[in-house]
């Protein structure tokens, strides 16, 4: 999936130098995760050890679950079939259009050679040119190669803008976002029974690792049900 993982270990976030709330509030969150994941799994546990007895999921958190099912197929079926070529025959074309090479003879006495394909050499012209300290003879190589820069640039915008990718890359972010909003709104529906509980958990594990607002519904779930 395209989500990034926001989730930070524990021991980077205690280790972290910061105040003293931020190490405060990091270890109680780090504490309440482990407290919470250790009951969690006993719950599993313990469901899935009279699973034949046990009742299935509630009507609401089944639809919920399906909803959150089908949208998170939807998505990975459009980022794998359309979004992941898309982006390589994009990624094709743009190396099919060179690199520049800019070649300076003996500039004030310093050989230099310039490339576009090198970002250190596109800042380092950026800032000649904007460095009132220079000469108009030492700033001329500059604006030619950042004019050399600005060509390829309007080659790679063009042939973006004709590909459609943009427009691919847009829906496939709807889709990954409805995917997320999904699986959100899973975890924040109230349980109705422990077995509501543990397909919760189930989903978190799954999607939310142990990110702090996953565990506050998880808690409040089980005062709920105690």
């Known amino acids: 999936m395209q989500q990034a993982d926001r989730a930070h270990s524990a021991t980077d976030a205690l280790a972290s130098p910061g ?18 994941g250790a009951a969690s799994a006993a719950l599993l546990a313990s469901s899935r050890a009279g699973a034949e007895q046990s009742a299935s999921v509630s009507a609401p958190m089944r639809a919920a679950l399906e909803a959150e099912k089908r949208a998170e197929r939807q998505s990975e079926t459009y980022h794998d079939q359309v979004y992941v070529p898309a982006r390589r025959r994009l ?33 380092h012209c950026k800032r000649v040119v904007s460095n009132e300290a220079y000469c108009d003879d030492r700033k001329r190589p500059a604006r030619e190669f950042l004019a050399i820069v ?29 995917a997320y909003r999904a699986a959100v709104a899973v975890i924040e529906l109230p349980s109705q029974s422990l ?32």
């Open 91 to 123: 990624d094709d074309s743009e190396r099919a259009i060179p690199h520049v090479v800019y070649d300076i003879n003996k500039m004030h006495g310093v050989y230099a050679v310039w490339s576009t394909a090198s970002a250190g050499d596109v800042t």
């Open 195 to 226: 077995q509501d509980l543990c397909a919760k958990v189930e989903l978190a594990e799954r999607r939310f690792d142990t990110d702090g607002w996953v565990w506050e519904a998880v808690v409040a779930d089980i005062r709920r049900l105690a």
């Open 150 to 178: 600005e060509k390829r640039e309007e080659k790679l915008a063009s042939l973006r803008a004709t590909s459609g990718f943009d427009e691919i890359y847009e829906r496939s972010d709807r889709l990954a976002d409805r």
């Open 19 to 36: 105040n003293d709330r931020e190490i405060s509030t990091s270890r109680r969150t780090a504490l309440v995760g482990l407290t919470i």
